[in-house]
C-alpha cells in the first residue's frame, strides 16, 4: 500500500503546446520518461479559453505501431478513418485506433469545446506491423470506490473489466473524485502515472496539480489520491513495463530512424496500401520533412 512518503513517487510538469491549433498540455513523454506501461503519450485538451474555444479539427494523418485512445470529458467529435469507420464520439466513450502497420484518420469537432485527453499505447514488437482496427466502446464498465466514481476505459478494476483490446497488460481509469481520499487498487508489478485534469491533488505527500504527471514505480498493490475540496477529475494510466525501448516522431511509433523515415516516405508519397483514404472533408496533413535526413535525400 502506498500511503506513506516514498521515493517511488516522482511529479513531472506537463508543458502547454498545440496541436492543429488547439492548446493541449503535454504529459507524456516527458524529460527522462518515454513510456507508463504501453502508454507512450497523453496530452490533456484544456482549452484556455472553454466559451470561445478553436474548434477542434485535425485532417488526415498517419499512424503506426500505436493504438490512439479518444476520451472526452466535455464536447463531441466525429472519428473518421482509413478502415472506412465514421463514429460519433461523446463524453463516456471510448474511442480505440490501433494502427499496427498504418492507419490514417481524421477528428473533427462537433459541439465543443473539446475537454478530455488523446492518448496513445506503444504496440509491442510482437503486434506493431500487424492489422490496424477500430473499436467504439459505449457502454464501459463503472464502479465507486470510496468517494470516487471510477470508469475503467482499458484493462480492469477489481471484477470490472472493459471489453476494449490490448496488446500488453495495462490499465486506463477516469475518477470523478469526491473532496476526500481514495484508495485505488493497483498491481504489484504496474507502474502507474495519476494526471489530474482540473483540480490539484496528492498522491500521499506529493501535491500534483492539472496537467501534470505523477509517476509511481511498481510494488503497491494500492496508490492514496485526495482530492482538496472541489474534488477532482482525474486520468490513472499504468501497465507492465514495456521492456521495449521506442522511437517517437511526428505521428508515428517505431524502433529505428529508418522504421520512421519509411513511414514518413510512405504518408508523403501517398503509399495507400499502408495508408489509406480517409472519409473527410478535412485537408491532409503534410509531414515535417525528418530532421535526421540530409537535404538531398529524398
Ligand atoms: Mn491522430
Given at each position: 500500500m502506498l500511503s506513506e512518503p516514498t521515493d517511488a513517487i516522482t511529479i513531472r510538469e506537463g508543458r502547454v503546446t498545440t496541436v492543429a491549433g488547439s492548446r493541449v498540455i503535454r504529459v507524456l513523454p516527458t524529460r527522462g520518461r518515454r513510456t507508463v506501461g504501453p502508454w507512450c503519450f497523453v496530452d490533456c485538451m484544456t482549452p484556455?479559453?472553454?466559451?470561445?474555444p478553436a474548434p477542434l479539427e485535425v485532417g488526415p494523418h498517419p499512424h503506426t505501431g500505436l493504438a490512439t485512445v479518444t476520451w472526452l470529458m466535455q464536447g463531441e467529435a466525429l472519428h473518421g478513418d482509413s478502415l472506412g469507420t465514421e463514429q460519433l464520439i461523446r463524453p463516456g466513450q471510448l474511442n480505440l485506433m490501433t494502427a499496427g502497420r498504418g492507419i490514417a484518420h481524421a477528428e473533427l469537432g462537433v459541439t465543443g469545446p473539446a475537454f478530455g485527453v488523446q492518448m496513445w499505447l506503444a504496440q509491442p514488437d510482437a503486434h506493431r506491423n500487424g492489422e490496424s482496427r477500430f473499436e467504439h466502446h459505449a457502454d464501459l464498465p463503472q464502479l465507486t470506490v470510496g468517494s470516487a466514481e471510477i470508469t475503467v476505459l482499458l484493462g480492469s478494476l477489481g471484477e470490472e473489466r472493459s471489453a476494449a483490446r490490448f496488446d500488453h497488460p495495462l490499465v486506463g481509469l477516469d475518477l470523478r473524485m469526491r473532496p476526500g481520499t481514495v484508495e485505488i487498487p493497483t498491481e504489484q508489478d504496474f507502474e502507474y502515472g495519476i494526471v489530474p485534469m482540473d483540480q490539484s491533488i496528492k498522491i500521499v505527500d506529493a501535491v500534483v496539480e492539472p496537467g501534470w504527471l505523477g509517476l509511481v514505480s511498481p510494488g503497491f498493490d494500492s496508490i492514496t489520491i485526495e482530492a482538496g475540496s472541489a474534488g477532482a477529475r482525474v486520468m490513472v494510466v499504468g501497465g507492465l513495463p514495456l521492456g521495449e525501448r521506442i522511437q517517437m516522431w511526428w505521428n508515428f511509433v517505431a524502433r529505428t530512424k529508418d522504421e520512421l523515415t519509411e513511414a514518413w516516405r510512405d504518408w508523403q508519397t501517398g503509399n495507400t496500401d499502408r495508408f489509406g483514404p480517409v472519409p473527410s472533408k478535412l485537408a491532409r496533413i503534410d509531414a515535417p520533412r525528418p530532421t535526421w535526413l540530409r537535404s538531398t535525400e529524398r
Open positions: 484556455n479559453d472553454f466559451d470561445n
